[in-house]
């Protein structure tokens, strides 16, 4: 970004973090990144429609992947994602059952809650739900990048890029901005998974005369 360091000050580093945490902040509405999933257990109660995923120690989860419910001897199946309109639709959402079939992720502005249905009949099984959890904050500057080795050029481009935007002229500033872009990509490129593609129909939101819950 051609910032001399000898003319670095405390507002330029502190300018520089804040680029840092946007930049991450960019890179989570983005992209889908796999370092960042994380796989949380969740203890059901007799008859709870709810539960505040800010409420399970160390998770900052920003969103839900997939939801499975284990019984006690560990045995799992997999529970559905539904819609807001799905569920709100439910008339009665504290119906019990021999386990949740069905979630909604609620993405509220400082914690995921997730609400099942029907709700567990029983103290004893849990949910195994991954997460997608938050980047860590650079704070004061000490921490070790929140990101794996394959995306360090992606951060040190996309960092050069930001700060350029600030402190250097904007024919520079394209310049690394489209290489922050191709690192980006190249990185994210290293995430894909391999394995067979499956095509399977949609459990798509659908129509039906008796809802949820009807006797």
């Not at 989860?61 to 439910?90: E, N, Q, W």
């Not at 997460?131 to 995306?151: A, S």
């Amino acid at each position: 970004a051609k910032v001399d360091p000898a003319t670095l000050d405390v507002r330029k580093i502190e300018s520089a973090k804040r680029s840092v945490n946007y930049m991450l902040v960019e890179w989570a509405a983005h992209h889908y990144h796999e370092f960042r999933t994380e796989q949380i257990s969740v203890a059901l109660t007799v008859g709870t429609t709810s539960y505040d995923l800010v409420d399970v120690p160390n998770t900052r989860a920003i969103d839900v992947l997939r939801v499975l419910h284990r019984k006690s001897g560990g045995y799992d199946t997999p529970c559905f994602p539904m819609t807001r309109d799905d569920y709100f639709m439910i008339p009665q959402k504290s119906t019990q059952g021999a386990r949740p079939t069905e979630y909604f992720a609620e993405k509220q502005r400082d914690k995921v809650v997730l609400y099942v249905w029907p709700t567990s009949d029983n103290l004893v099984d849990t949910l195994r739900v991954d997460i997608m959890r938050r980047f860590q904050d650079v704070g004061r500057g000490f921490n070790e990048e929140d990101i794996p080795y394959y995306m360090r050029e992606a951060f040190v481009a996309g960092l050069a890029a930001r700060v350029a935007q600030k402190f250097s002229p904007v024919d520079l500033w394209k310049t690394l901005l489209a290489d922050a872009m191709r690192q980006f990509d190249l990185g994210t490129f290293a995430e894909d998974e391999a394995g067979d593609v499956i095509i399977q129909p949609g459990r798509g939101r659908r129509r039906c005369r008796r809802p949820r819950g009807c006797s």
